[in-house]
């Protein structure tokens, strides 16, 4: 069985390799480089590690399991959360929340659950008709804003309603969109 370590954040949880004993290190790049006595470390899944700490204020939980991920995918990306603002929208209107860097990550897990044959999971939840809700400041904004992306040029009129509750139906991309798919609903 493997550890991992979850933590929380604004947009959901986050899972890392969690290593306590020097037998969890072999066949890693960090065998030999980690001592006993640095144990526990969390393994950051970018070529690094830190020392495992409990009192970090965003550690949740140590998970010990065979699966992968050690953690439901809306637990991870908070399915229809309350506060969304970045993340995925399914044609069924259901949002996935991430952080405004990780959208590809988020599409990993995405397409591994609803398309595990997808070469490419961005493309799969495109052709799919899911759309992309991104930030959309360009570094000359005062503000940040949100962008809808639909690579089809198509939405629902589950997303249509789901993107008034968000308050995005005014947006220039999504005007643009219902005004395209109007007559289809």
């Not at 290190?25 to 960090?30: P, V």
């Not at 259901?94 to 990780?102: I, K, R």
């Not at 044959?117 to 804003?145: C, M, N, V, Y």
Request: aromatic letters at 16%; proline letters at 4%.
């Amino acid at each position: 069985m493997k550890k991992y370590a979850v933590y929380k954040s604004e947009t959901g949880f986050y899972f890392y390799d969690y290593i306590d004993a020097p037998e969890a290190l072999k066949g890693t790049d960090f065998e030999g480089m980690i001592s006993e006595e640095q144990l526990p470390v969390v393994l950051d899944g970018n070529g690094g590690y830190f020392r495992f700490d409990e009192t970090d204020f965003n550690f949740s939980e140590l998970v010990e399991t065979d699966s992968y991920p050690p953690i439901p995918l809306e637990k991870m990306f908070f399915k229809n959360q309350d506060t969304f603002k970045l993340g995925w929208m399914s044609p069924e209107g259901d949002t996935y929340s991430c952080s405004y860097t990780n959208h590809t990550k988020c599409a990993s897990f995405l397409a591994a659950k609803f398309f595990p044959k997808a070469r490419f999971p961005e493309s799969a939840l495109d052709r799919a008709g899911w759309l992309k809700i991104i930030d959309s400041w360009d570094g000359t904004q005062r503000a940040h804003g949100q962008y809808v992306h639909s690579d089809s040029g198509k939405i629902t009129k589950k997303q249509a309603d789901k993107l008034f509750d968000l308050g995005l139906y005014s947006n220039k991309e999504v005007k643009e969109l219902i005004a395209g798919c109007e007559n289809e609903w």
